[in-house]
Protein backbone atom coordinates (compact mmCIF):
# COMPACT_ATOMS: atom_id res chain seq x y z
CA UNK A 1 0.00 0.00 0.00
CA UNK A 2 2.71 2.45 0.83
CA UNK A 3 3.87 1.87 -2.78
CA UNK A 4 1.09 2.58 -4.23
CA UNK A 5 0.72 -0.92 -5.98
CA UNK A 6 -2.69 -1.32 -5.12
CA UNK A 7 -6.07 0.52 -6.31
CA UNK A 8 -8.18 -1.85 -4.00
CA UNK A 9 -7.32 -4.14 -0.98
CA UNK A 10 -9.30 -6.28 0.61
CA UNK A 11 -8.06 -8.08 4.12
CA UNK A 12 -10.19 -10.78 5.51
CA UNK A 13 -10.07 -13.13 8.70
CA UNK A 14 -8.73 -9.34 10.09
CA UNK A 15 -9.93 -10.10 13.89
CA UNK A 16 -11.15 -6.29 14.52
CA UNK A 17 -13.35 -5.05 16.75
CA UNK A 18 -14.76 -1.98 17.94
CA UNK A 19 -11.23 -1.72 20.47
CA UNK A 20 -9.36 -1.08 17.13
CA UNK A 21 -9.64 2.32 15.82
CA UNK A 22 -9.83 3.49 12.67
CA UNK A 23 -6.76 5.51 13.17
CA UNK A 24 -4.59 2.54 13.74
CA UNK A 25 -4.94 1.20 10.06
CA UNK A 26 -4.90 4.45 8.08
CA UNK A 27 -2.81 4.97 5.14
CA UNK A 28 -1.99 7.87 3.61
CA UNK A 29 -3.46 7.80 0.36
CA UNK A 30 -6.13 5.43 0.97
CA UNK A 31 -9.72 5.77 2.42
CA UNK A 32 -10.79 2.34 4.54
CA UNK A 33 -14.10 0.39 4.88
CA UNK A 34 -14.34 -2.59 7.58
CA UNK A 35 -16.59 -5.35 8.53
CA UNK A 36 -16.00 -6.15 12.02
CA UNK A 37 -16.81 -9.33 13.93
CA UNK A 38 -17.68 -9.50 17.34
CA UNK A 39 -16.60 -12.49 17.79
CA UNK A 40 -13.31 -14.49 17.76
CA UNK A 41 -11.92 -14.91 14.01
CA UNK A 42 -13.19 -13.24 10.45
CA UNK A 43 -13.85 -9.64 9.83
CA UNK A 44 -12.85 -7.78 6.85
CA UNK A 45 -11.23 -4.20 5.63
CA UNK A 46 -11.10 -2.98 2.45
CA UNK A 47 -8.57 -0.31 1.60
CA UNK A 48 -9.35 1.90 -1.39
CA UNK A 49 -7.36 4.61 -3.42
CA UNK A 50 -8.49 7.52 -2.28
CA UNK A 51 -8.69 9.09 -5.70
CA UNK A 52 -11.40 6.50 -6.48
CA UNK A 53 -15.12 7.33 -6.39
CA UNK A 54 -16.53 4.59 -4.32
CA UNK A 55 -19.71 3.64 -2.10
CA UNK A 56 -20.32 1.37 0.30
CA UNK A 57 -23.81 -0.65 -0.57
CA UNK A 58 -25.94 -1.61 2.83
CA UNK A 59 -29.02 -2.84 1.76
CA UNK A 60 -29.12 -5.34 -1.27
CA UNK A 61 -31.79 -6.27 -3.18
CA UNK A 62 -33.89 -8.58 -1.59
CA UNK A 63 -31.18 -8.85 1.34
CA UNK A 64 -30.81 -5.81 3.71
CA UNK A 65 -27.95 -5.36 6.15
CA UNK A 66 -29.64 -6.23 9.07
CA UNK A 67 -30.21 -9.47 7.58
CA UNK A 68 -26.91 -9.71 6.47
CA UNK A 69 -25.29 -8.88 9.80
CA UNK A 70 -26.74 -11.85 10.97
CA UNK A 71 -25.13 -14.24 9.05
CA UNK A 72 -21.81 -16.46 9.57
CA UNK A 73 -20.72 -15.69 6.26
CA UNK A 74 -19.45 -12.30 6.38
CA UNK A 75 -19.43 -9.70 3.47
CA UNK A 76 -18.97 -5.81 2.49
CA UNK A 77 -20.00 -4.18 -0.49
CA UNK A 78 -18.48 -1.33 -2.37
CA UNK A 79 -19.81 0.05 -6.08
CA UNK A 80 -16.32 1.26 -6.97
CA UNK A 81 -16.09 3.85 -10.18
CA UNK A 82 -13.55 2.51 -12.58
CA UNK A 83 -13.32 4.12 -15.94
CA UNK A 84 -15.96 5.75 -15.42
CA UNK A 85 -18.46 2.53 -14.71
CA UNK A 86 -19.27 1.30 -11.69
CA UNK A 87 -18.53 -2.04 -10.72
CA UNK A 88 -19.27 -3.79 -7.37
CA UNK A 89 -17.03 -5.26 -5.04
CA UNK A 90 -17.80 -7.77 -2.09
CA UNK A 91 -15.36 -8.92 0.16
CA UNK A 92 -16.64 -11.93 1.79
CA UNK A 93 -15.18 -14.18 4.60
CA UNK A 94 -16.89 -17.86 4.67
CA UNK A 95 -16.11 -19.60 8.13
CA UNK A 96 -14.22 -23.18 7.50
CA UNK A 97 -17.80 -26.10 7.64
CA UNK A 98 -18.24 -27.08 11.24
CA UNK A 99 -21.05 -27.88 13.80
CA UNK A 100 -21.52 -23.95 14.11
CA UNK A 101 -21.15 -23.12 10.69
CA UNK A 102 -22.63 -26.03 8.44
CA UNK A 103 -22.49 -26.67 4.60
CA UNK A 104 -26.59 -25.87 4.23
CA UNK A 105 -26.33 -22.71 6.30
CA UNK A 106 -22.79 -20.96 4.50
CA UNK A 107 -24.61 -22.12 1.03
CA UNK A 108 -27.73 -20.64 1.69
CA UNK A 109 -25.87 -17.83 2.87
CA UNK A 110 -23.68 -16.98 0.04
CA UNK A 111 -26.09 -18.51 -2.63
CA UNK A 112 -28.38 -15.37 -0.88
CA UNK A 113 -25.70 -12.89 -1.16
CA UNK A 114 -24.78 -13.99 -4.96
CA UNK A 115 -28.39 -13.80 -5.58
CA UNK A 116 -28.70 -10.44 -4.53
CA UNK A 117 -25.72 -8.99 -6.34
CA UNK A 118 -25.58 -10.26 -9.42
CA UNK A 119 -28.55 -8.93 -10.22
CA UNK A 120 -26.59 -5.17 -9.70
CA UNK A 121 -26.11 -3.33 -13.00
CA UNK A 122 -22.19 -3.80 -14.38
CA UNK A 123 -19.86 -6.34 -13.68
CA UNK A 124 -19.54 -7.88 -10.06
CA UNK A 125 -15.95 -9.18 -8.45
CA UNK A 126 -16.14 -11.52 -5.17
CA UNK A 127 -12.79 -11.46 -3.29
CA UNK A 128 -11.68 -12.91 0.19
CA UNK A 129 -11.63 -15.98 1.71
CA UNK A 130 -14.22 -18.91 1.23
CA UNK A 131 -12.38 -21.43 3.01
CA UNK A 132 -13.60 -24.04 -0.32
CA UNK A 133 -10.74 -25.88 -1.86
CA UNK A 134 -11.20 -25.45 -5.49
CA UNK A 135 -8.22 -27.46 -6.66
CA UNK A 136 -9.60 -30.68 -4.71
CA UNK A 137 -13.33 -30.03 -5.17
CA UNK A 138 -14.64 -33.50 -3.91
CA UNK A 139 -12.43 -33.79 -1.02
CA UNK A 140 -14.37 -33.87 1.57
CA UNK A 141 -16.20 -32.04 3.28
CA UNK A 142 -16.94 -30.93 -0.63
CA UNK A 143 -16.72 -27.70 0.20
CA UNK A 144 -15.32 -26.78 -3.50
CA UNK A 145 -17.61 -28.64 -4.93
CA UNK A 146 -20.62 -27.00 -3.33
CA UNK A 147 -18.36 -23.53 -4.22
CA UNK A 148 -18.04 -24.91 -7.68
CA UNK A 149 -21.54 -25.58 -8.04
CA UNK A 150 -22.41 -21.90 -6.86
CA UNK A 151 -20.31 -20.26 -9.12
CA UNK A 152 -21.73 -22.46 -11.77
CA UNK A 153 -26.01 -21.10 -10.93
CA UNK A 154 -24.41 -17.83 -10.57
CA UNK A 155 -22.67 -17.57 -14.09
CA UNK A 156 -19.60 -16.38 -12.12
CA UNK A 157 -15.52 -17.64 -13.00
CA UNK A 158 -13.50 -18.30 -10.54
CA UNK A 159 -9.74 -16.59 -11.57
CA UNK A 160 -7.88 -18.52 -8.86
CA UNK A 161 -6.17 -21.48 -10.03
CA UNK A 162 -3.88 -22.47 -7.08
CA UNK A 163 -3.77 -22.61 -4.09
CA UNK A 164 -3.15 -19.98 -1.94
Known sequence: L????????????????????DSQFMVTGYRMCR???????????VCIRADLCFKVIK???????CERERYK???????VRIAKKWETIVGIYRPPTSASVPQSLWKFELSSILEAITILPGNCFFVGDFNSDMLLPDKPPRDGRVMANLL??????????EAT
Request: net charge negative.
Open 73 to 79: TESIVLK
Open 152 to 161: DIYDLKNLIH
Open 59 to 65: DLPNLRL
Open 2 to 21: LEGKFDILVLSETKLDSSFP
Open 35 to 45: ADRNIHGGGLL
